[in-house]
């Protein structure tokens, strides 16, 4: 944009957020960071949004935070969770506030339940999860996995016990050329299909979820 550090600082303080031309220096140089004020500050100065100034695509909540240009402080607000909770959960990564908080959550980063999963770390839990559930008593996993995914449990039960029935057909026919006493390169083929289907399942959950996964679960407002 043409402007110096003196007038980047000369601007950003206009706007309430007063700060040394060598600040800004240090910033361009990346020997120091600005804090959350003075980067959104520093992009409204710059006319571009904190993600580009990140130069990243955001993966993590804090991520996710600063590029919709929230502080700690606000955004706990906005979900109902003490400042310093909400900062622990930024720290490790991790995700485990109640139904409210994670509507809440949702609705302020602009995320979609499948990606929020992701950004939680909870992607691996999911799949053992999953595992276990169509290997056995599916109805026993249905709580667990909603609790994770934060979809209706009626939804996740769909799923679950279509993804188990998918895995006994598997097993069905596998057992049916066995006594039939078919060539094993069929058999090799579903042995084959099971261990793809099983790699896969994660990404099948959601398919089967649908349109749910993917956009953000509550109305804006709602």
Not at 36 to 53: I, K
Not at 97 to 108: P, Y
Not at 155 to 177: I, K, P, W
Request: glycine letters at 8%; hydrophobic letters at 45%.
């Amino acid at each position: 944009m043409g402007l110096s550090v003196e007038q980047v600082a000369h601007s950003m303080a206009a706007c309430g957020v007063p700060v040394h031309p060598q600040a800004v220096l240090a910033w361009e140089h990346g020997s120091h960071a600005p804090s959350d004020v003075q980067l959104f500050s520093l992009a409204s100065v710059l006319w571009c949004d904190t993600a580009t100034l990140m130069g990243i695509e955001p993966r993590t909540l804090a991520e996710h935070r600063l590029a919709r240009q929230l502080t700690v402080e606000r955004l706990a607000y906005r979900i109902g969770m003490g400042p310093a909770e909400y900062r622990a959960a930024e720290d490790a990564r991790q995700w485990h506030g109640d139904a409210r908080q994670t509507r809440a959550l949702v609705e302020a980063l602009g995320l979609s339940l499948r990606g929020l999963v992701g950004i939680m770390g909870r992607v691996e839990e999911l799949e053992e999860c999953l595992r276990a559930a169509v290997a056995g008593r599916w109805k026993t996993y249905v709580e667990p996995v909603a609790e994770i995914v934060v979809v209706d449990e009626t939804s996740v039960g769909d799923a679950l016990r279509a993804m188990h029935a998918e895995l006994a057909g598997f097993s069905e026919r596998y057992m049916g050329h066995l006594v039939a006493r078919n060539d094993d390169v069929r058999l090799k083929e579903i042995a084959a299909e099971r261990a793809a289907f099983l790699r896969r399942l994660v990404d099948h959950f959601w398919e089967l979820i649908g349109e749910a996964g993917e956009a953000p679960p509550f109305p804006a407002g709602g």
